[in-house]
């Protein structure tokens, strides 16, 4: 039995699809968490005071095949525990968090620091000076240090009930989406002149022949996210595309061709 | 000797004021942690592992006296890592960045966690509720839990060469500042509609006689941070307001006042 929240009684109840969902294929948590790594340089470091107690500390980073680039300075109390103990954890909020916090993507990765040495070394800072331009004015001083943080572990959290985890070996397979980071103009459009076509795939491919109404929520490579009204109540569900897109401008033909299946019925 | 950073040889030097600067007064670093911490609803939590490790993860929270409530699930990492370790500490980062993160304020608040009873519990979820209007869909869940942050140390950031450390005592009776949120239309105006007059406070008050340019960078309950130019380079100083304010509706008489006796020479 999975664990779930202790319902102290009144939480609002889900409608179950009625129909099989047609493709249900996402990005996994691995695909997430590179997408939000590389959608700011901002993030805060967990890192061990010399007593063994967690320090929380704003930081900025550049990535290297995912894994967070920092440069920090031995003068601040990270880069002395880093130092110490190079155990450490970034959480890192994806921008522009909507106003409920907790409904807005995230993650948690962690592992341990190291000092990249080589032809490593120089992309290590490349990476960083590439995400974060104003390094340049102190990346060379003597007491600031590069790091990389070896991911061992991945906490994924897409908002409330979508979460989980990933391993290393995932993280470092994954990629981060090329359609999420540019999507919302193409959003607001599907909503504002398309909302009979998105109704259509609900009640065909998504699961909901009884909705109402359904508004897009997010488009990744793979489909969009539906949030359908229903007599039953309000569900969200997932509309994959026929096949996978590489960037956004191949969004319109497979919504086109989404619209079509869904109304040849 | 205080420690510097290791100068590659190229940094840009600061040309220090000319004559002595009237008044200096400023919030104090316990004061600006309080304003951070009054000035938004989510922070990064960095708790213990099981094996020790330090753990970053995206938390909201509201404030009791300055003091974080978090309201988080058990079943969550940390909250399992809080119950089996209540050493935590908080990141909090100024809303709205400027273009260089570590240009903007941040802070981390490192203490123990506490699961409040009484008077206190009841203060302690209303301070929560009251930032977090959606947590009142979860906060009575039987898997979370609230838990007050026991201040012990504060390390405020401001932005490049401003930081500070505070004690659990200069915290607590510390507050916000009530100028600082409120400010930015009326450094707009100052900057847009009175250029000269912050030329003449720097010439006369700021230990600047030599500026050739004045803008307003910020604006608190003591005074104004300027940045200056002038021929030996830029420079930031401080114009105190002849007393403290204690909201933005007294900024337009301080700086009025600041202006006239600048003039007086």
Redesign the interface.
């Known amino acids: 039995m999975a ?1 779930d ?4 009684g009144d ?1 609002p109840s889900t409608p179950p699809p009625l129909t099989p969902i047609a493709i249900t294929t996402r990005p996994s948590a691995a695909d997430e968490a590179r997408t939000i790594a590389a959608a700011t ?9 010399a007593d ?7 930081v ?1 980073y550049g990535a290297l095949d995912g894994q967070p680039v920092l440069c920090v ?1 031995r ?1 601040a ?1 990270h880069g002395r525990n880093l130092a110490a103990d190079p ?5 890192i ?1 994806t921008p522009e ?1 909507p106003s ?4 807005g993507a ?1 993650m ?1 990765l ?1 592992g341990i620091a190291e000092r990249p040495t080589g032809a490593e070394a120089d992309a290590a800072r490349d990476a960083h000076l590439a995400a ?1 331009p ?1 390094a340049k ?2 990346i ?5 240090t590069v790091w990389v943080l070896r991911v061992e572990r991945i ?1 994924w ?1 897409g908002g409330y009930g979508r979460m989980d985890s990933a391993t290393a070996e995932q993280y470092a397979a994954a990629a981060a989406d090329p359609v999420i980071p540019s999507a919302a103009r193409a959003i607001t459009h599907l909503n504002d002149d398309h909302a009979d076509a998105l109704l259509d795939m609900a009640k065909a491919r998504g699961g909901y022949p009884d909705a109402t109404a359904a508004v897009c929520e997010r488009a990744d490579r793979y489909g969009l996210d539906l949030r359908v009204t229903t007599p039953r109540g309000i569900a969200v569900t997932r509309i994959g595309y026929l096949a996978p897109i590489d960037s956004i401008g191949e969004l319109r033909s497979a919504t086109v061709e989404l619209t079509r299946v869904s109304r040849e019925g």
Do not use: C, I, K, M
Request: zero cysteines.
């Open positions: 664990l929240h202790g319902d102290p939480a340089n901002t993030a805060t470091l967990a890192t061990l005071t063994g107690g967690p320090w929380a500390s704003f900025t300075s003068l109390e155990r450490a954890s970034v959480s909020v968090l409920d916090p907790l409904a995230r948690t962690a974060v104003a004015h102190y060379d001083f003597s007491d600031f906490r959290v």
